[in-house]
């Protein structure tokens, strides 16, 4: 049998050589300051290698550990000792460019995101229009001064020497309706000012005077099926370049403006209707009075009419119909209906740019939206610039109303309700994008939209009274008949809510990195226990 021999150098009879040290310090061999200097430096020198190679030694074996045992594509075949040395570099590479690409695609997405925050979508195409409020339906005639109450008044007015009764009506055509201004001179204007003054006039006393009541032209109101008081469903307000209008169901503004002796029957909120055709809808029978005509903004009588939401103002933006003369007119609507959840609400007015109605306090206005803002936004401007409201805007009692002498002012200013981006001199092929909405007004965050179509045919009022009681038919031949309701039971729902939730957020990193690296929620636990608990458990089982 060969002998074994025991190798001289064996680990195990070489004396330590860092823990024995301090033999080395006896004086006897330390005879100058010096080398106790130069022993005590090299001392610190081994022990802070010692240091670097003992945690050096103790990431190997656990980066090592892991490797051998993770989940991880790739990062066992670097500590593969069946392999050489060239195959577990080129696998280091691999895993380090997997770990660089699912970091830039996390931090795309994540950018993605963050640029868009919200999102919405059709969340049902059979939603119930009960529970959508019916809109507003605001009637303005073409005709913005009574002829009748014109001649009228121009005979009776104390007025300046060799001044016509003709030359009193257009006066009143130029001052109260400002399309007619644009190329007079000012002598009509200073005609004006001589005439209000000698009858201790203003324009607004002018205007309530001459505009036609529209309340006088609706004959019939028949609110689903049941015949109405129609001064008890419609009001009267004023609108910009609409002159005086009629509508129901509105709620905008702080105060209404029904008689004092029937204002209890008006209700708190808008009303709704749980059918549809036009027997559960809203029907009226209104008369232009073509005969009354003196200041048409149209070269025909009848009206404009405006469905809108009942909070918000009636004006341009609003879905628009011409209601012509003599015609039965079948207005049917399709209402859209879009909410926000609650996770909307919890986002930063910055995140999700928009406003609930309840989030911004209105001057004027009982509700924010955007077209009650960019309407605000407008009035405000116009007050900056003139020092007043013109006496065709609704007013809330707190702002001055225009006089004669301002109405140049407001003429000047005029194209202000023509266009939102009024601080913009320019084209508007010049105006390309914009950082922010004109006075900060956001979108809605939730909003009820009315789109609409309109049928007609040729009314013959005879054919609708023949089962009345009555001695006669109304003779005029231009009244009108409309119908205005829902079209079905069903309507559209959307739904405007977090692009990414938590939840969609965790599923979407957790689809890039498993696709690239195979990563799990447990694939972090396993680096996490091999870097803390493992050696924690290793030195407790010494």
């Known amino acids: 049998m060969a002998i074994k021999h025991k190798p001289i150098f064996a680990i195990k009879n070489v004396a330590p ?31 802070r290698r010692s240091t670097a190679h003992t945690v050096k030694s103790w990431f190997m074996e656990n980066f090592s550990n892991f490797c051998n045992t993770t989940s991880l594509h790739g990062f066992n075949y670097i500590t593969r000792m069946d392999l050489s040395s060239k195959e577990r570099f080129f696998w280091l590479i691999i895993t380090i460019i997997a770990i660089i690409v699912s970091i830039s695609l996390v931090i795309v997405s994540y950018v993605w995101n963050s ?33 009748t109450k014109a001649v009228n008044m121009a005979s009776a007015l104390k007025r300046p020497a060799n001044t016509t009764d003709e030359d009193l009506v257009k006066m009143f055509n130029i001052v109260m309706y400002y399309s007619f201004a644009f190329n007079e001179s000012g002598s009509n204007m200073k005609l004006a000012r001589e005439v209000l003054k000698m009858n201790n006039m203003t324009l607004n006393d002018l205007s309530r005077t001459l505009t036609p009541n529209c309340m006088d032209m609706i004959s019939r109101c028949i609110w689903k099926g ?15 370049g609409l002159g005086e209008c009629c509508t129901f169901n509105y709620f905008g503004v702080q105060k209404h403006n029904f008689p004092e002796k029937i204002a209890y029957l008006v209700p708190q909120r808008p009303y709704r209707v749980t059918g549809c055709g036009y027997p559960t809808g809203l029907s009226i029978l209104i008369n232009p009075f073509a005969y009354d005509y003196s200041a048409a903004s149209f070269s025909s009588y009848g009206f404009r009419l405006l469905i809108h939401d009942s909070y918000t103002i009636p004006d341009e933006n609003a879905e628009t119909k011409i209601i012509s003369a003599a015609r039965e007119s079948f207005v049917h609507i399709n209402p859209e209906s879009t909410y926000a959840t609650n996770d909307i609400y919890n986002l930063a007015i910055k995140e999700r740019n928009c406003l609930f109605p309840n989030e911004r306090k209105l001057s004027i206005m009982q509700r924010y939206s955007f077209t009650n803002c960019m309407w605000e936004c407008r009035v405000k401007l116009i007050m900056k610039n003139c020092g007043c409201l013109p006496h065709s805007l609704a007013n809330n009692g707190s702002f001055p109303v225009c006089d004669i002498d301002d109405v140049q002012c407001v003429i000047k200013n005029r194209v202000v309700f023509t266009r939102s981006l009024n601080d913009y001199n320019v084209t508007l092929s010049l105006v390309k994008t914009t950082t922010t909405f004109p006075c900060n007004c956001l979108p809605d965050c939730q909003s009820n939209n009315y789109m609409s179509e309109i049928t007609m045919g040729r009314l013959n009022v005879r054919l609708l009274f023949q089962n009345e009681e009555i001695e006669r038919a109304p003779d005029d031949k231009n009244n009108i008949l409309l119908h205005i309701f829902f079209s079905d039971l069903m309507s559209t729902r959307y739904r405007k809510e977090v692009y990414q939730n938590w939840l969609s957020a965790l599923a979407s990193f957790g689809g890039l990195l498993g696709l690239i690296m195979g990563f799990s929620i447990v694939t972090a636990f396993e680096f996490v226990y091999f870097l803390t608990f493992r050696p924690i458990f290793n030195y407790y089982n010494l």
Not at 130 to 139: C, D, E, K, R, Y
Not at 226 to 240: P, V, Y
């Open 115 to 147: 640029a868009t925050p919200t999102v919405t979508v059709i969340e049902s195409s059979h939603y119930p229009t009960w529970n959508i409020p019916f809109p507003a339906v605001t009637l303005c005639n073409f005709n913005k001064i009574s002829k």
């Open 17 to 47: 050589y860092g823990n024995k040290f301090e033999h080395y310090l006896n004086p006897s061999f330390a005879s100058s300051t010096t080398s106790m200097a130069y022993l005590n430096k090299s001392s610190n020198g081994l022990k």
């Open 226 to 240: 049941t015949n109405t008081r129609c001064d008890g469903l419609f009001q009267r307000i004023k609108s910009m």
